[in-house]
């Protein structure tokens, strides 16, 4: 349901999945995406995938632009994928080619077992946004955060 959901609001956002994204990251190619990170710092803390930018679902789009080139191929990620679709949405507006949002974002990379770093360490948890949010989340990878 949320899928279609955002499959329609968000038709203009490039999609890759969480098992192209997987495989394309064990590739030892130079062309490698870099990920970006759209949630606030807190649930950054938490967790990310590995080698992930923390970057704001509110930074503007010439600090992006001073920090990436149009052709660089970016994956976004959030929780669920409203605000990297948001964020992909503006950078397509300005040029970017090659930016991707990552379905399900970090909710189904986690629901689905894969890995997940806090610094350089490995972990399962995850920061559940909220209350509501964080029913897409699978119980046992909740972190244990005050309520927003």
């Known amino acids: 349901m949320l899928h279609h959901l955002m499959q329609w609001k968000f038709s203009d956002v ?6 192209k994204l997987a495989h394309w990251l064990q590739q030892p190619s ?27 679902p509110n930074t503007e789009i010439k600090t992006l632009q001073e920090r990436y080139r149009p052709e660089t191929v970016l994956v976004l990620y959030c929780s669920v994928g409203y605000r990297s679709s948001l964020l992909v949405q503006r950078l397509q ?3 970017f080619h090659n930016v991707y949002n990552l379905e399900g974002s970090i909710f189904q990379w986690a629901n689905e077992g894969r890995e997940l770093y806090q610094n350089k360490a490995k972990t399962t948890k ?23």
Not at 43 to 53: P, T
């Open 30 to 56: 130079k062309n490698r995406p870099v990920l970006l990170d759209v949630r606030e710092r807190e649930e950054y803390a938490v967790s990310h995938l590995k080698q992930a930018r923390h970057t704001p």
């Open 126 to 148: 995850v920061h559940p946004f909220n209350r509501m949010w964080g029913t897409l989340l699978k119980k046992r990878y909740h972190a244990k955060v005050s309520e927003r």
């Open 14 to 19: 490039q999609n890759i999945s969480t098992e």
């Open 93 to 95: 507006k300005a040029g």
